[in-house]
């Protein structure tokens, strides 16, 4: 376990962090179901070509602060907002997942609409000060969820781009987002949410400054003609490197939301 001393660091130096992995607008998709090793499989039975939902569509099937128990909601920051030009990937192959993981819409989207959610804090019982009692308290997910619709299969399109970056960028990479330079150490296949016609998910292990890394998890989700796309941070992850587990209670709303609209 890291010191205090170096919590505080990775704490200060995280809303910067955050901001960088968590930012812009989307994907691109391929049909299907999902399944457990968050492989996407093509679903025989979907229609080739759903209907793309409008801007208007897409706010009303967005994560609302009405629709989770714990935690806030609010509009993505200007920061979660990097045009798709200001984001590169050092190996072409890898673009689709650095689009998943800064929030940025592959493609060409018909709309797209962004949420942040914030997990609420988790306070020491009594005057407990202990680094357990700490670790408990930074324990905390920022979500930021990304709907970006679709037509002529194009939400198809992402998920097969982004299960290809999978496997083509296991070994790690770089990129740039709006001109800072992250880098990636592994990629590694997680379980995909459920409630999605096609899913995959993944924990990337970023390494920041002075070498120390932790993880982010990226699950990238389609339902019809949209793809929902779902970057993870936990602040306390940060400060230790140890893993964290994805809040699927977040992903379960949106899908859910997002099927009334399929």
């Given at each position: 376990?890291?010191?205090?001393?170096?919590?505080?660091?990775?704490?200060?130096?995280?809303?910067?962090?955050?901001?960088?992995?968590?930012?812009?607008?989307?994907?691109?998709?391929d049909?299907?179901?999902?399944?457990?090793?968050?492989?996407?499989?093509?679903?025989?039975?979907a229609?080739?070509?759903?209907?793309?939902?409008?801007?208007?569509?897409?706010?009303?099937?967005?994560?609302?602060?009405?629709?989770?128990?714990?935690?806030?909601?609010?509009?993505a920051?200007a920061?979660?907002?990097?045009?798709?030009?200001?984001?590169?990937?050092?190996?072409?192959?890898c673009?689709?997942?650095?689009?998943?993981?800064?929030?940025?819409?592959?493609?060409?989207?018909?709309?797209?609409?962004?949420r942040?959610?914030?997990?609420?804090?988790?306070?020491?019982?009594?005057?407990?000060?202990?680094?357990?009692?700490?670790?408990?308290?930074?324990?905390?997910?920022?979500?930021?969820v990304?709907?970006?619709?679709?037509?002529?299969?194009?939400?198809?399109?992402?998920?097969?781009?982004?299960?290809?970056a999978?496997?083509a960028?296991a070994?790690g990479?770089?990129?740039?987002?709006?001109?800072?330079t992250?880098?990636?150490?592994?990629?590694?296949t997680?379980?995909?949410?459920?409630g999605?016609?096609?899913?995959?998910?993944v924990?990337?292990?970023?390494?920041?400054?002075?070498?120390?890394?932790f993880p982010v998890?990226?699950?990238v989700?389609?339902?019809?003609?949209?793809?929902?796309?779902?970057t993870?941070?936990n602040?306390g992850?940060?400060?230790?490197?140890?893993?964290?587990?994805?809040?699927?209670?977040?992903?379960?709303?949106?899908?859910?939301k997002?099927?009334?609209?399929s």
């Amino acid at each position: 376990m890291r010191t205090t001393a170096v919590r505080r660091t990775a704490l200060a130096a995280s809303a910067a962090a955050l901001a960088l992995l968590v930012t812009a607008c989307g994907g691109s998709s391929d049909d299907g179901a999902t399944t457990g090793d968050g492989k996407a499989d093509g679903d025989k039975n979907a229609p080739a070509a759903a209907k793309a939902l409008t801007a208007a569509e897409l706010e009303k099937a967005v994560l609302a602060q009405a629709d989770v128990k714990n935690g806030k909601v609010t509009e993505a920051a200007a920061a979660d907002n990097i045009p798709q030009d200001q984001v590169k990937a050092e190996k072409a192959e890898c673009q689709p997942l650095v689009f998943a993981q800064t929030g940025v819409a592959a493609g060409e989207p018909a709309a797209t609409v962004k949420r942040s959610w914030t997990e609420g804090s988790k306070k020491p019982s009594g005057d407990d000060v202990s680094e357990e009692a700490l670790d408990k308290a930074f324990d905390l997910d920022k979500v930021l969820v990304t709907l970006a619709s679709y037509g002529d299969g194009g939400a198809e399109s992402v998920l097969k781009d982004v299960n290809a970056a999978v496997s083509a960028c296991a070994g790690g990479f770089s990129y740039t987002a709006a001109g800072v330079t992250t880098k990636i150490d592994k990629v590694v296949t997680d379980k995909a949410p459920a409630g999605a016609d096609e899913a995959v998910a993944v924990t990337m292990t970023v390494v920041g400054e002075g070498g120390d890394k932790f993880p982010v998890k990226v699950a990238v989700t389609r339902k019809g003609s949209t793809v929902a796309s779902f970057t993870v941070f936990n602040l306390g992850s940060a400060a230790t490197g140890k893993d964290f587990t994805f809040p699927t209670e977040i992903s379960d709303i949106q899908l859910a939301k997002l099927a009334k609209l399929s």
